[in-house]
Every structure is written in C-alpha cells, then in structure tokens.
C-alpha cells in the first residue's frame, strides 16, 4: 500500500512558477515509478510526467515539455513536479500516482493523491 498526499498549489499569475510536492507513506514507495496527472474542469484527467522508480528515466506530455520537470528524493519518499512559465491553461487540479512500471497511461497506476488545485491566472 502506497498512502499519496500532494500540496504546493495555488494562485500563481501567467508566466509564474510553482512547485508541487507529494509526500509518500510506504516502505516500497522506491520500487515504484511515479507519475504527475491533471484534470481541468469539464475535461478528462491527463498526463502531465512521470519518473522512472530510480528517477534515471523521465517523460513529460508534449504541452508541458520544456516548462515542467518531475523528480523525487526516495529518502525523502517524495516526488516533485516544478513548473515554470505556467500559462491560464495548466489551470487545473494536479494528482500524483503511482504504478509498478513508468506510464503515461492512467489505467498503469494503482494509487492516487487527493490533488492540488492550481490556478494560473491571466
């Protein structure tokens, strides 16, 4: 069992930058890969990163290449996601999970944070 808890969100205006956390309960939290998603109002939750378990290997959505970057600290059991030059359209609430393999797929994940909302405006 792997317990997720996000935090970071908040107002932020266009250009800005945050950075998300998402502390893990759980001894084996190291042997998994994690994964950042988000879900705007009226729309699907999709992918945004996801790290490898060792945090060798990265992998980010088209739409957040380049501004975002994913990490974690397995001694901290953490996982970080920085986002820089946000725009109005990353407004969204952002969850973290983890899966037994690194996926851009949510169905891959078995555990899921409560979110973080994050609001960019204009």
């Known amino acids: 069992q792997v317990q997720l808890v996000e935090s970071g969100g908040g107002l932020v205006q266009a250009g800005g930058s945050l950075r998300l956390s998402c502390a893990a309960s759980?001894?084996?939290?190291?042997?998994?890969?994690m994964g950042w998603f988000r879900q705007a109002p009226g729309k699907e939750r999709e992918f945004v990163a996801a790290?490898?378990?060792?945090?060798?290997?990265?992998y980010y959505a088209g739409s957040v290449k380049g501004r975002f970057t994913i990490s974690r600290d397995n001694a901290k059991i953490t996982v970080y996601l920085q986002m820089n030059s946000l725009k109005p359209e990353d407004t969204a609430v952002y969850y973290c999970?983890?899966?037994?393999?690194?996926?851009?797929?949510?169905?891959?994940?078995?555990?899921w944070g409560q979110g973080t909302q994050v609001t960019v405006s204009s």
């Open positions: 999970a983890a899966a037994r393999t690194m996926s851009s797929n949510r169905a891959a994940y078995n555990y």
């Open positions: 759980g001894r084996t939290f190291s042997s998994y890969a």
């Open positions: 790290i490898s378990w060792s945090g060798g290997n990265t």
